[in-house]
């Protein structure tokens, strides 16, 4: 009977360790469970604001794309096309609209192009008097040449007039061997 008694104690102990236990047990994986779905609440959270700045992020380089092919790539062709058109002779419209370092650069190349301009207007105007002057200078000499040839008083061609033709009509001779 002590022994059934004792073994009847010991069972009663077991159970009541057993259902602590157990209790126990349950009570952590409840906690676990709780911390688990706490921690899959946080990475879903994690994983759309992610999602969300990465949209925020492509949004912002696409329109940032834009503006740099649209606002600066886009000048820049148009004044590297107007630069090779002026290079190339045809004189089209220098885009000098803006306020930044292309419409800077435009204004240089404007700068430029007039003053271009202004040297070979000016050369043309050189070369057109030069060749004036020439005319001027050519008939001068054709006068100097009679007024040198010419006696004054009497309008009859002079000694030096008579050596010049005698020469020339010396050399003719020689020439033809007459």
Do not use: C
Not at 12 to 25: A, C, D, I, P, V
Not at 26 to 38: G, V
Not at 43 to 65: C, D, E, N, P
Not at 68 to 77: A, M, S, V
């Amino acid at each position: 009977r002590p022994s059934l008694g004792a073994a009847r104690n010991a069972r009663l102990h077991e159970q009541r360790l057993n259902g602590s236990s157990y209790n126990y047990f349950l009570s952590l994986k409840e906690t676990a469970q709780k911390a688990s779905n706490k921690h899959q609440g946080v990475v879903a959270q994690a994983i759309i604001r992610l999602f969300i700045i990465s949209g925020i992020f492509l949004l912002l380089t696409g329109i940032t794309y834009f503006f740099i092919r649209h606002y600066i790539i886009r000048r820049l062709n148009n004044l590297s096309k107007t630069m090779q058109s002026h290079v190339n002779g045809q004189a089209t419209e220098i885009p000098l609209k803006g306020n930044d370092g292309i419409a800077l650069m435009a204004q240089a190349f404007a700068v430029f192009v007039k003053a271009r301009s202004d040297a070979e207007e000016r050369l043309k105007k050189a070369h057109l008097a030069t060749e004036q002057a020439n005319k001027k200078l050519m008939q001068f000499n054709g006068q100097l040449q009679t007024l040198s040839e010419t006696d004054e008083l009497t309008q009859v061609a002079n000694r030096r007039r008579f050596f010049i033709e005698a020469n020339d009509k010396w050399q003719h001779a020689l020439h033809y061997n007459n």
